[in-house]
């Protein structure tokens, strides 16, 4: 009997052990109902994949783009590009802030200049909702350290010992003569100001570290309060009880053949409901784009294991260098909202067919041969001020819409003011010429439609078999 009890053991031992690692491997796929995950990233090299894109995905392996895989924040300050995003929620979830590298490979920079003489700004945007953003600003972070070249890779976490942030970054500041990156840090409240940056992460000799990211652990998982993986030759794993205390080096990912030659961007993402967590890397000397490994202690090196390529899916755009944020119910609902995969449209002019409505520096005309094609897309919203109607969102310029001032278009940001919803708000009717077209009447003056005149775009009110016409369009893909 004792045999057989202690054989039954043996069994259930191992079943529990077998079903543990299949637990680890592939984590439970999240409840319809449980709120899922949202990544910021850029995607590439160029002035349109150096801008910030959103993905969401219901169980954290599998990814869906969001906007039709299009850029859903642009920055208009300093380089006009951006890397390297991160979020940061306050802790109410009052306040949100999306930090990013200043820089803008390939469309203005190249490596060499961006590392030697680089921007020593970050790009902030702010939000309450999550969904509606402020303009950019910049955000001077290296201007102060002694010889410092660029500011990349930021990062922010909350400190409760002293009710603000600790934002950290990746700056260069040669030794002998030679590229040596070293992580900074400065306190702050508003991402507006900042304390007088100190030193953070210094690696021994000529060795360098550009990106880090911080992630803290709940209570009984592990020794430490925080966990932080770094890019600095190795995928360096490093423990500590306070964010700017000691900090034990716990060990890489050398065990499960990946070092920093290999990965870079750690960006850790803890699954809802267990204390599993993914720590996403970017297989960056292969242009592979993300993968994740996954672990139970993020402590313990010996714990991650790679993933089946079969087991994830990063969706239909590479995801480069950002940041994951487990979604409220709240939050995941206005951002699906707000970003649905609306597809890319042009509206092309019925009696000029070479010509489509497109921006030029904000100001809107018909032209044929448009470049960038971006500048003639639009994405067709549920009108900003009434059910029924469309609103036309620029494809390379998110939250700026057409809208008629003085009965002139341009091309202007969503300001959030009932004036702008109903400016940048019309009905679809059939066209005024072809009733297989489509024509565009103002939602606030009803008398009057979009229509081009010496290949502007005006707002008029349509009397003639000419302005009928011009007031014509077909949607196109």
């Known amino acids: 009997m004792s045999a057989l009890r202690a054989r039954l053991t043996v069994i259930l031992l191992a079943a529990c052990l077998l079903f543990a690692g299949q637990t680890l491997t592939t984590p439970q796929q999240a409840q319809a109902a449980d709120p899922g995950y949202l990544m910021v990233h850029f995607t590439g090299e160029g002035a349109t994949n150096q801008q910030m894109y959103l993905s969401h995905s219901t169980d954290g392996l599998h990814w869906n783009d969001l906007n039709g895989g299009g850029m859903v924040l642009r920055s208009t300050v300093g380089t006009k590009g951006v890397r390297d995003p991160a979020f940061v929620r ?124 911080i992630i803290e652990m709940p209570a009984g998982v592990g020794s430490y ?4 993986a770094s890019g600095d030759g190795q995928i360096t794993l490093e423990g500590s009880n306070s964010i700017l205390g000691t900090w034990t080096r716990l060990g890489d990912l050398s065990g499960i053949g990946l070092t920093g030659s290999m990965v870079e961007g750690p960006m850790w993402m803890k699954f809802n409901g267990t204390n599993k967590w993914a720590l996403y890397l970017d297989q960056y000397a292969t242009s592979g784009g993300y993968m994740p490994v996954l672990t139970t202690d993020p402590s313990d090196p010996a714990s991650y294991q790679k993933q089946a390529s079969s087991s994830y899916s990063m969706g239909g755009t590479k995801k480069r260098h950002g940041w994951i944020m487990n979604l409220t119910a709240a939050e995941e609902s206005r951002v699906l909202a707000r970003w649905p995969n609306t597809p890319a449209q042009g509206l092309q002019s019925y009696n000029f067919q070479d010509r489509y409505v497109r921006q030029s520096n904000f100001d809107v005309r018909i032209d044929p041969n448009v470049s960038p094609v971006e500048d003639s897309q639009f994405r067709l919203r549920p009108g900003l001020a009434g059910t029924g109607t469309v609103s036309f969102e620029s494809v390379n310029y998110p939250g700026y819409f057409l809208r008629h001032a003085n009965y002139d278009f341009q091309l202007v940001r969503n300001d959030g003011s009932s004036q702008f919803a109903a400016d940048a708000t019309f009905r679809k009717v059939a066209g005024l010429a072809d009733a297989g077209w489509s024509s565009f009447q103002s939602y606030n003056y009803p008398d009057r439609y979009i229509r081009h005149y010496a290949y502007e775009l005006r707002l008029d009110p349509i009397t003639t078999s000419t302005g009928r016409s011009d007031a014509t369009f077909r949607v196109t893909s």
Do not use: M
């Open 90 to 213: 306050s802790p109410d979830g009052s306040k949100y802030w999306i930090i990013a590298t200043d820089l803008c490979i390939s469309c203005g920079q190249d490596w060499n200049s961006s590392i030697n003489n680089g921007s020593r700004n970050l790009v902030v945007w702010e939000s309450t909702d999550l969904v509606t953003w402020s303009q950019p600003w910049l955000l001077n972070v290296a201007g102060a350290i002694p010889d410092g070249r660029n500011a990349w890779a930021p990062e922010a976490i909350f400190d409760p010992e002293t009710n603000d942030y600790v934002l950290y970054w990746a700056t260069n500041v040669p030794l002998n003569g030679k590229t040596k990156h070293r992580i900074y840090y400065a306190r702050t409240s508003d991402f507006r100001t900042i304390t007088t940056p100190q030193t953070y992460i210094e690696r021994p000799g000529a060795q360098e570290i550009i990106d880090t990211q």
């Open 225 to 228: 309060r925080y966990v932080r």
